[in-house]
């Protein structure tokens, strides 16, 4: 009886032994044995197909350009794998490709080889330009589709702690996809300087770097109103002495809202001295109206154009049917329904031309600055210290320039708008055409955001620049 026993042991033993064996034992079916791998931007795609039930997943080892092992896996649900890590375009990059099941039993690896392209992080420099530019220096460059990793721009100036050259960083952005072009101003006043462009991929590690030695910084005249160039807007400005607003308050040198505060302090209500125009202003697609344009009177190089806005004097704006015991005059409430920051531009294209500015098409024209700012995002926004009751708006709202002496608010930074141009040595324009095709949203309220359904648009001052001959 006890040698049935062990022999019973020993056969059921034998069998689970033969059932681990099974669950340890996963062969590559014979169809997976081909695949194909298509190079792409900083590394390459695999394109598998996973048919037979017994295959959970796939998983593929290979080392990046930095010699570190990397896997990656994908399941059965999918049919593509990227695989990355690269930098300079390779040929014949080994790699270990298995299958495993359910229970993540991996079967025997299969050898392969793919090729990879130049990553966004190296391509950017076969195209890369630095250049001179207004204060400072501008880099353009165009990339990929496929995009990963980080442009670092630098420029050697003075570090303000030490007071030694040293790199000065301006700017870290994600490498944008097809490219990108940067404007930069730089704090310190010099006549060259030398500019660095560095990429990183996203782990941090440095890829490239290239130094662009003594490159000019552009210098800029102001231009002065009626002598130097002229100014008409194709649409229609509002023009009322009571409440101040008329194509004057446009030129008169007042960045601020002066004119506007020493109103408030003195309690004159509802006079604005400051320029609007609408309703309907604005431009829409093929349209002839509605182009604000700049006449420079001869061919320049455009440098800037300017617009400035209100400080903020923690006012409350004029509304439609606000209150049943306030009555508003109706042009203040039809025009600012509650808001001001409401009524500046959030979306806006300049171009330059020496065709007729009235009737020629835009997209013949050269665009020499575009702001596309989120119009649900005053917070990051050029406008957002402008004037804002209550301060729900922008992040300039704990201020209230109401307060203090006026040489105080003359001393104040201005809200401003600097629309610098592209610049290309030697490209001049007798005309400028400004267009605003939206403004910001009513922040403050988002069940009800367009405070500004009418179209209107304001800015209380404009500034013209051209490079100092």
């Known amino acids: 009886m006890i040698r049935k026993i062990l022999f019973l042991l020993v056969l059921f033993s034998g069998f689970f032994a033969c059932k681990e064996d099974e669950d340890l034992s996963f062969n590559v079916p014979v169809e997976f044995r081909k695949l194909d791998f298509q190079p792409v931007p900083g590394g390459a795609m695999m394109k598998y197909y996973v048919k037979n039930a ?10 990046d350009a930095w010699g570190e092992l990397r896997t990656r896996e994908g399941s059965y649900l999918g049919d593509t794998l990227l695989l990355t890590g690269f930098t300079e375009a390779r040929q014949n990059v080994p790699a270990q490709i298995s299958f495993f099941n359910r229970s993540f039993v991996e079967s025997e690896a299969i050898e392969a080889t793919f090729n990879t392209e130049n990553s966004a992080t190296v391509a950017l420099f076969d195209s890369l330009r630095v250049q001179e530019f207004w204060g400072g220096f501008s880099v353009s460059y165009t990339a990929p589709e496929t995009v990963t990793g980080m442009v670092h721009v630098f420029y050697m100036g003075t570090n303000p702690l030490t007071g030694e050259l040293d790199s000065i960083l301006m700017s870290s952005t994600p490498i944008k996809s097809g490219g990108d072009t940067l404007n ?25 770097l ?14 002065k109103y009626e002598d130097d160039f002229l100014y008409e807007f194709g649409g229609k400005t509002i023009t009322n002495a009571t ?43 093929g349209a002839k109206e509605n182009r604000f344009i700049i006449d420079l009177k001869q ?34 409430s039809d025009i600012w329904n509650g808001q001001y920051y409401a009524h500046l531009p959030a979306k806006a294209k300049l171009y330059g031309t020496n065709s007729d500015p009235k009737t020629v098409d835009l997209s013949s024209c050269v665009l020499l600055y575009e702001l596309d700012d989120d119009v649900d995002n005053l917070w990051d926004s050029w406008a957002t210290r402008t004037d804002c009751l209550g301060g729900q708006g922008g992040a300039g709202w704990r201020e209230d320039w109401r307060q203090g002496d006026e040489k105080d608010v003359l001393a104040a930074d201005p ?3 600097r629309m610098l141009c592209n610049y290309e040595a030697g490209r001049k324009f007798r005309y400028l055409i400004l267009v605003v095709t939206d403004t910001y949203n009513n922040v403050r309220n988002y069940y009800q955001p367009e405070a500004n359904a009418r179209e209107y648009v304001t800015f209380n001052e404009m500034e013209v620049c051209i490079k100092a001959e």
């Open 299 to 332: 061919e320049r190089v455009p440098a800037a154009v300017s617009l400035y806005a209100f400080l903020n004097y923690q006012t409350s704006w004029p509304k439609n049917g606000e209150s049943s015991t306030v009555v508003f005059p109706d042009l203040v």
């Open 54 to 63: 017994d295959v959970y997943g796939v998983r593929v080892r290979y080392r």
């Open 184 to 208: 930069f101003e730089m704090s310190q006043v010099m006549e060259t300087t030398d500019v660095i462009v560095r990429t990183d991929d996203f782990d941090g590690k440095r890829v490239k």
């Open 415 to 417: 809200v401003v708008l």
């Open 210 to 223: 290239q130094v662009y030695k003594s490159l000019p910084c552009l210098s800029m005249d102001t231009l």
């Open 243 to 285: 409440h101040g607003f008329g194509l004057e308050y446009l030129f008169d040198g007042d960045k601020r809202g002066i004119g506007f505060r020493r109103n408030k302090l003195a309690g004159v209500q509802y006079k604005y001295d400051t320029y609007v125009v609408g309703p309907n202003a604005f431009y829409h697609e």
